[in-house]
């Protein structure tokens, strides 16, 4: 069973005209987990005139903070090769 947790961004992006790109970069997710993301279009008095159907994305791993350590090499057959480290 996993755990769900809700994180609500209320962050607006201005309407700035049809046949535009919209863009928001949400930040603060932890990495390598799974999220689903819904957009909600406003009124301008902040009603919602829709909500699309829910989006899944998971985020990016980051770069290590230190090299590998411990890298061993293993040829289990003549044909592949198994890299370990920690």
Do not use: K
């Not at 829910?54 to 040829?75: E, G, I, K, M, N």
């Amino acid at each position: 069973m996993g755990v769900h947790v809700t994180i609500h961004f209320s962050q607006i992006v201005p309407y700035v005209g049809d046949n535009e790109d919209y863009s928001q970069t949400l930040t603060g997710l932890l990495v390598g987990l799974p999220y689903q993301i819904q957009i909600q279009a406003l009124d301008r008095n902040s009603y919602v005139l829709y909500t699309t159907p829910d989006v899944s994305a998971q985020s990016s791993c980051q770069a290590p903070t230190h090299p590998p350590v411990q890298v061993a090499l293993d040829a289990p057959d003549s044909r592949h090769v198994r890299v370990t480290w920690r």
